[in-house]
Antibody
Framework: QLQMLESGPSLLKPSETLSLICTVSGGSISDDEFYWAWIRQSPGKGLEWLGNIFHSGTFYSNPSLKSRVTLSVDTSKSQFSLNINSVTAADTAVYFC?????????????????WGRGSLVTVSS | QSVLTQPPSVSGAPGLRVTLSCTGTRSNIGAGYDVFWYRHLPGTAPTLLTSGDVIRPSGVPDRFSVSTSGTSVSLAITGLQPEDEADYYCQSYDRGLNGPIFGGGTRLTVL
């Protein structure tokens, strides 16, 4: 059964770069059927999609974060990563990685079928 | 502010029926994109619950059902059980964003 685990620093100072890694086990990160995603939940708020990446390295991100977000993938380690630069207190959140599925028979069906348990990142001076 | 609108909280007594709503716009639910529901207990991984007819992972009881009306989707839970207490999020796709969107979540309390 596919499992996903987030890892990375839990405390950052403003203006630093947030770097998180998601390790995928029990399945192949190179599977052509899936993208790999990052989602966050700020305190007291709902979920916010950050970006998706394919095993080839192609990625797309939420325009609300403008150019601060970068995603990368290392298929040899079965890992993909999230970088957010110039963080502020507003980036304090629990960060989840997840597997993104697009139904190839139906271009109206997009969902996350497996999630990690999340990693809390706090931005504070 | 979340793109999909959910009530912050819903409660119900064991054995009864509750409905959780998720309202979008013509850019997402109204455009025909499927809506998916997730169950989340803080500190754990969110789990895919159902989207009604499209997706129902094995192990999800048929006490959970989904209905759609225009730009709104509802998750109904019948025979409410204490273990149903959790946060429930709806998710769809938005053609303006060209990406997935979520609701703000509903905390279900079993009285």
């Amino acid at each position: 059964q596919l499992q996903m685990l987030e890892s990375g620093p839990s405390l950052l100072k403003p203006s630093e770069t947030l770097s998180l890694i998601c390790t995928v086990s029990g399945g192949s990160i190179s599977d052509d059927e899936f993208y790999w995603a990052w989602i966050r939940q700020s305190p007291g708020k709902g979920l916010e999609w950050l970006g998706n990446i394919f095993h080839s390295g192609t990625f797309y991100s939420n325009p609300s974060l403008k150019s601060r977000v970068t995603l990368s993938v290392d298929t040899s380690k079965s890992q993909f990563s999230l970088n957010i630069n110039s963080v502020t207190a507003a980036d304090t959140a629990v960060y989840f990685c997840a597997r993104w599925t697009e139904d190839s028979d139906n271009d109206m069906t997009y969902y996350f079928d497996v999630w990690g348990r999340g990693s809390l990142v706090t931005v504070s001076s | 502010q979340s793109v999909l609108t959910q009530p912050p909280s819903v409660s119900g007594a064991p054995g009864l029926r509750v409905t959780l709503s998720c309202t979008g716009t013509r850019s997402n639910i109204g455009a025909g994109y499927d809506v998916f529901w997730y169950r989340h207990l803080p500190g754990t991984a969110p789990t895919l619950l159902t989207s009604g007819d499209v997706i129902r992972p094995s192990g999800v009881p048929d006490r959970f059902s989904v209905s759609t009306s225009g730009t709104s989707v509802s998750l109904a839970i019948t025979g409410l059980q204490p273990e149903d207490e959790a946060d429930y999020y709806c998710q769809s796709y938005d053609r303006g964003l060209n990406g997935p969107i979520f609701g703000g979540g509903t905390r279900l309390t079993v009285l």
